[in-house]
């Protein structure tokens, strides 16, 4: 099914998408493409996924004949747990949007799903895959074989190269920034300006044109802001971040019939009056609402922003969590059912070492904590080696947490646990994953 002649709004984009993943296969483009973000499925790889696919089927730049190919962007999570994501569906309101529009894990038909001739025809070998916000599929698409390097077609991220990502595919953007929705932008800005162009000279509704330029540019602003804590954060803010936000809150100054943005970074951010348009209130709006967890369960905590890796033979979760351990102690439970709660997860997972990183803000100022949580002897000596080689001044600046309540030798059982507050606040999980990630690599060549 190939896309419209001239684009069409966000949600038309999104139902069109689902029409061509659903078609009998003889009307299907063989190999299907799909843009997916990682697996933590977070709101800058879920709106960089589908501003990507949006810009990419209509880019007419390639030097391929033909229309441009449809690509189709794929929330990489079970339709369930859109849910956990309250500031999700605040974002896409302005952008015209429902959680219910979106295509997620549910809506990939596989062999393994359904026996159809529709559904089986969906497999590894017959589609194709552009990744934003990583640059290695892992996670349940991975493990049904989507995805191999092979496979990928191309890559805009903003983690550490695994070298997987294959060198002779375009894109194939891996910079630092402090969102991945930055280099998105900064990568779709050519097509997005030309086609603004080519809509104005000619003939139609321009109120509709202004209306997705708005939604679109409110859908990459959201990720940005709060990436980079509305652009005041010397750690993440990068030069992408800050000609992003400008392009941007440009294009909504060009929805409204302005020349430019009435806010340049650094300052209130009000966008030439687009629709009552504050960047600091849209910033404070959205993460409010993603620091809501009250009345989740522990485990949907734990499973609302999470990612797994496996290597040298040991598997690894890491949950990142809102809210510091005092909160979620004595607000969500207590620690007896915590700890419950973390080893279930793990066992449901399949973990040998499960971790938890905390964010949070008490009294204003901004920390970090981390919980590493061993349940083998293998996996113990990793998460030792991790300690040793990460924990000083040169490294994370570990200290113990709450007098070492949470901390625990297993009682002869394997195991190991420890929590700690982190001094390096900078360093998330972005930086902390490939640290103990090269630890169990080691121990699988000792």
Not at 258 to 268: E, F, I, L, R
Not at 388 to 416: M, R
Request: net charge negative; charged share 25%; hydrophobic share 35%.
């Amino acid at each position: 099914m190939a896309p419209a002649a001239h684009r069409v709004s966000l949600k038309k984009f999104l139902l069109t998408a689902r029409k061509a993943l659903l078609a009998p296969p003889a009307q299907r483009s063989n190999p299907l493409v799909f843009v997916v973000g990682n697996e933590s499925a977070d709101l800058d790889s879920l709106c960089s996924s589908i501003l990507l696919a949006y810009f990419r089927t209509y880019d007419h730049r390639s030097t391929t004949p033909g229309p441009p190919t449809l690509h189709i962007p794929l929330s990489n999570l079970p339709q369930a747990d859109l849910a956990l994501r309250p500031e999700l569906a605040a974002v896409l309101k302005p952008a015209g949007l429902h959680l219910k529009d979106l295509i997620t894990l549910d809506g990939l038909p596989t062999s393994q799903d359904a026996a159809d001739e529709a559904s089986s025809s969906i497999t590894p070998e017959n589609t194709q895959w552009l990744l934003v916000d990583h640059n290695a599929l892992t996670g349940p698409l991975a493990a049904r074989g989507f995805g191999k390097p092979e496979k990928v077609m191309g890559c805009i991220d903003h983690h550490d190269d695994e070298g997987v990502v294959p060198p002779s595919v375009e894109p194939r953007i891996i910079e630092k920034s402090g969102s991945c929705m930055s280099l998105v932008v900064e990568y779709c800005k050519p097509v997005w300006e030309e086609l603004g162009k080519l809509e104005r000279s000619e003939d139609g509704n321009q109120d509709s044109l202004e209306e997705w330029e708005s939604q679109l540019a409110h859908l990459a602003l959201a990720p940005i802001l709060v990436d980079t804590t509305n652009l005041t954060s010397k750690d993440k803010t990068t030069g992408w971040d800050v000609r992003g936000v400008e392009f941007l809150e440009g294009r909504l100054a060009i929805s409204e019939g302005k020349t430019s943005a009435a806010s340049v970074p650094g300052s209130a951010g009000h966008a030439g009056g687009n629709k009552g348009y504050v960047r600091t209130t849209y910033f404070n709006d959205i993460t409010s609402l993603k620091q809501e967890i009250a009345g989740l369960s522990y485990r949907d905590i734990l499973r609302k922003d999470y990612k797994r890796w496996t290597d040298g033979g040991l598997a690894v979760g890491i949950s990142t969590v809102v809210r510091g351990f005092d909160y979620l102690l004595t607000e969500i439970g207590d620690q007896k059912h915590f700890t419950e709660a973390l080893r279930a997860w793990a066992k449901e997972q399949e973990l040998d070492i499960a971790s938890v990183m905390t964010v949070s803000n008490p009294d204003g100022k901004f920390t970090r904590e981390l919980l590493v949580w061993a349940f083998n002897e293998g996996a113990v000596k990793v998460a030792k080696r991790f300690v040793d080689q990460n924990a000083g001044e040169e490294g994370l600046q570990l200290q113990t947490w709450g007098g070492g309540k949470l901390d625990s030798d297993g009682e002869g059982e394997g195991q190991w646990v420890r929590c700690w507050t982190q001094g390096r606040v900078d360093k998330s999980r972005k930086q902390v994953a490939p640290m103990l990630r090269d630890v169990m690599k080691e121990a699988a060549r000792l």
